[in-house]
């Protein structure tokens, strides 16, 4: 049985449960338990706070775990990065009162900044030859220069709407963030081998991530020009029609270049076009 770590709530939580039901591993989601068994694959999910996710993985109490890249370089914990998840994404930033006239990272020299993450805050300030007080705060840190326990703040943006609210204005992006699958280095065999088992499957839900099914039908007069604008797989599926003069066309359109590339294959003379989204994709 492979043991994998998860946030117990908030949105990595949401993302990480709709990634293993799309990958077609059923697992309950009843937060007041613990440790749950999936239903249908040999896995059991433990649900952890976040910050207690890299420990729980380099010492092997789980053997894998859903954990943001901000707390896994923050923690500094003896894991391996198995995959980048390529959801949750954020970034961490400095960020001072929006009235200040800010002229660089100078600024900062003799100032008090709020922080989570005082390592990587630290690291980064020692890199730019910056000497800052860094005040170690849990909570609510956006609200620290409001009511003067800090000049500045080092935390967590993704729309950055809690900065607005709170009148700061982003100045330094110091990270980018995502979730990651991380591993236990001392892994079993038999455990890497259900783990293999999860990737492909993981792999299958994210290669269908928007890409769309599209069939046709097309003048066999125009069938080059038509192919020539299809970026499929290898080669799109031309079938026959009771029409000798029409063929049906496959393939698959990356929802970026969907319309532009439909707007094409009108123009070229495609009729009846559908379009189906794709679930899981094996390559």
Request: glycine share 6%; aromatic share 6%; proline share 4%.
């Amino acid at each position: 049985m492979l043991r994998i770590a998860v946030q117990s709530k908030g949105r990595l939580f949401d993302d990480t449960m709709n990634l293993l039901a799309e990958a077609d591993i059923k697992v309950s989601s009843g937060r007041r338990t613990l440790l749950v068994q999936s239903q249908n694959f040999p896995l059991e999910v433990l649900y952890l706070r976040d910050d207690d996710i890299p420990q729980s993985v380099a010492s092997g109490v789980a053997d894998i775990g859903v954990v943001g890249e901000n707390e896994f370089v923050e923690r500094g914990e003896d894991a391996q990065i198995i995959s980048r998840l390529g959801f949750s994404k954020c970034r961490l930033s400095l960020a001072i009162p929006k009235d200040i006239n800010y002229q660089g990272l100078a600024w900062f020299n003799g100032k008090k900044i709020a922080t989570s993450y005082p390592n990587i805050l630290q690291h980064f300030m020692e890199q730019h030859n910056i000497n800052a007080e860094i005040h170690v705060i849990t909570g609510s840190v956006e609200i620290s220069p409001g009511i003067g326990l800090a000049d500045g703040i080092f935390d967590i943006v993704s729309s950055g709407s809690t900065l607005v609210s709170n009148n700061l204005s982003e100045v330094e992006v110091v990270m980018q963030s995502e979730a990651l699958l991380i591993g236990n280095k001392n892994m079993s065999q038999e455990k890497r081998e259900i783990l293999e088992q999860m990737l492909f499957r993981f792999k299958a839900v994210k290669d269908a991530e928007d890409k769309k099914y599209v069939r046709m039908n097309a003048p066999k007069a125009r069938l080059q020009e038509i192919i020539s604008v299809l970026p499929g797989l290898k080669s799109p599926t031309i079938i026959p029609l009771a029409d000798d003069d029409w063929c049906s066309v496959h393939t698959v359109l990356d929802q970026k270049r969907f319309w532009e590339i439909i707007g094409k294959l009108k123009e070229m003379g495609a009729q009846g076009i559908l379009v189906t989204p794709i679930e899981k994709m094996i390559l």
